[in-house]
């Protein structure tokens, strides 16, 4: 069985196409990651479940699943940080994140979030400085083919807009000019 996000609607539901050896089918999913608690998002109530334990002893460690998918006697609960399978009403694959993993995940996506709402890119230029000062005082560098030297100039103007390598860039396609 392979899930797959096919949209989002207004409502905040997540349309989820199934397939399987029966054809396509499509089960909707009530998606609001924030309306749940801090432990609901994160399973903070711990990892004890094992396989063979039952919905309840699931339900109590890792909270109500966001999403559910039944396929015969096969019930897939989907969690935020992944998700467990039971047959028979039985735990039968875990698949969950590490907590840790987990929180360090939202943590960064909520900073990305903070940055990119704020228009923060001084991080992102400080680290596009540090690699512009390597490459200037690389000797290999230059020794590349120009054709490396610009594919790596245009990648750098795309991971770093604030760090201006124009010159640097147009030096190099003036010389790809030059040699041909």
Request: charged share 35%; aromatic share 8%; proline share 5%.
């Amino acid at each position: 069985m392979k899930l797959h996000i096919c949209s989002i609607v207004a409502s905040l539901t997540v349309a989820i196409a199934v397939r399987s050896d029966e054809g396509p089918k499509t089960v909707k999913v009530p998606f609001n990651p924030f309306g749940l608690s801090i432990n609901e998002r994160t399973g903070a109530a711990g990892d004890s479940v094992q396989i063979g334990d039952g919905y309840d002893k699931v339900k109590k460690a890792y909270g109500k699943p966001i999403g559910q998918v039944y396929r015969g006697k096969l019930e897939v609960l989907i969690y935020p940080r992944g998700q467990v399978e039971l047959r028979d009403g039985k735990v039968s694959k875990i698949k969950m994140q590490d907590k840790t993993a987990y929180t360090t995940q939202l943590i960064r996506k909520a900073e990305r979030l903070r940055m990119e709402r704020d228009g923060d890119d001084t991080v992102n230029d400080e680290t596009g400085r540090t690699k512009l000062a390597e490459v200037l005082a690389d000797p290999e560098f230059d020794a590349k083919p120009l054709a490396e030297q610009i594919n790596y100039w245009r990648k750098f103007k795309r991971d770093f807009p604030g760090v201006n390598v124009d010159p640097f860039y147009e030096e190099a396609l003036d010389r790809l000019k030059e040699d041909n």
